[in-house]
């Protein structure tokens, strides 16, 4: 089926040629150098930054799978264990949510949706990567990844920290990857999960969620928060962000890629009225300067206002361009990767620059002595 032909039979099914409009329109291609970007340092194709620089690079537009996501041979190979988890058996998340239809703008309020939605039930797969370096009854520092398989495990991250931790460029950390709720964005668990901003996610996490890694795949994970990283893509950055920031804690190393920096939280919150975005428009530079290491990429032809809100607040390369500006002038620690040719998500980058982005995160990193 043309693509024109799925957007007109999508069209007849949501009734709503305005959402299709935003939702399958290819964005255009943002310039590095754009007015108003920050300034960018340009690599040559097949390069990444220093792993202990700071700052703002171009890479692409060819990129060519790191040689760190094979298995090899030689090198230790880490377990990975799978569990499940039922909403009807935690408290902070149950029951889920999802909505019936995509929302309309509020006309009392610009910068939400009114959505309707209904209660559900959910499973969660938890997939746990534990590498074999690791001691039985010692405390390991971990990574969450947001949007975990929802089946059978996907090795990628298995096999890339088992060659980072071979290399001595990470330590031997426990990787958590955790499926989302279900659905996406406005009036969708996975939106409740990942766009809320506050510190519910993470308290989910460390309340019912960690437990369980420990008690299923007999495992200790460290309480210091310098040892604790979160990654995701899209929601799942922003979520990762959400988490290190409203619990700093808990988390100080976070790893984005398209990160969600915009206005997608619902339903709407009077403490935070532009969602995600208001980290670049407000949060950062109004509150004191915190122990957060941050690593950002985002595409050239990332989202461009995919809802029907139009509130100017839904620019994903404008979101993480205001980013990397805030994150300098308040001096912190963050690596932002522009990726050319390259859409929502970056895959086709990230295939070169994943494993630089977990040694740099990972980076400074030592083991809390205990007293």
């Not at 709407?268 to 109004?286: R, V």
């Not at 963050?334 to 929502?344: A, E, F, K, M, R």
């Amino acid at each position: 089926m043309s693509n024109q032909r799925t957007i007109v039979l999508i069209t007849f099914l949501m009734g709503s040629s305005l959402f299709l409009e935003t939702a399958f329109s290819a964005p255009p291609t943002r310039k590095f150098d754009a007015p108003g970007s920050p300034p960018f340092t340009q690599l040559k194709p097949g390069m990444n930054p220093p792993t202990d620089a700071d700052g703002n690079f171009v890479i692409g537009p060819n990129y060519s799978p790191a040689p760190e996501r094979k298995m090899v041979n030689s090198v230790p190979q880490g377990k990975v264990r799978q569990f499940t988890m039922d909403s009807k058996d935690g408290k902070l998340l149950n029951p889920g949510i999802a909505r019936n239809v995509f929302g309309k703008v509020d006309p009392k309020n610009p910068k939400t949706l009114i959505v309707e939605t209904h209660q559900m039930d959910y499973k969660r797969k938890i997939t746990v990567y534990i590498p074999a370096q690791y001691v039985m009854g010692t405390e390991a520092p971990f990574i969450i990844m947001h949007d975990g398989p929802k089946g059978k495990p996907n090795m990628t991250l298995p096999h890339i920290l088992d060659n980072l931790i071979a290399q001595k460029r990470v330590p031997a950390m426990v990787a958590i990857m955790m499926a989302n709720g279900g659905g996406d964005a406005q009036g969708h668990q996975r939106g409740k999960e990942y766009d809320t901003m506050s510190g519910l996610f993470a308290e989910y996490i460390e309340t019912e969620v960690l437990p369980l890694v420990e008690k299923n795949c007999k495992v200790k994970l460290t309480k210091d928060p310098d040892g604790r990283a979160a990654m995701g893509s899209s929601s799942g950055g922003s979520a990762a962000l959400i988490m290190a920031w409203y619990r700093t804690d808990l988390y100080h190393r976070v790893l984005t890629t398209s990160g969600t920096f915009v206005n997608q939280q619902w339903p709407f919150n009077l403490e935070t009225p532009d969602g995600a975005w208001g980290f670049h428009n407000k949060l950062i530079a109004e509150t004191p300067k915190k122990p957060i290491r941050l690593f950002m990429a985002v595409g050239d032809r990332d989202l461009l206002n995919p809802n029907v809100m139009r509130d100017d607040m839904h620019d994903w390369v404008e979101a993480n361009n205001r980013m990397a500006q805030v994150l300098k002038a308040k001096g912190y620690h963050y690596q932002y990767l522009y990726c050319q040719n390259s859409g929502h998500g970056v895959g086709n980058a990230k295939t070169e620059f994943l494993p630089h982005a977990l040694e740099w995160v990972w980076n400074g990193y030592a083991p809390r002595k205990k007293k």
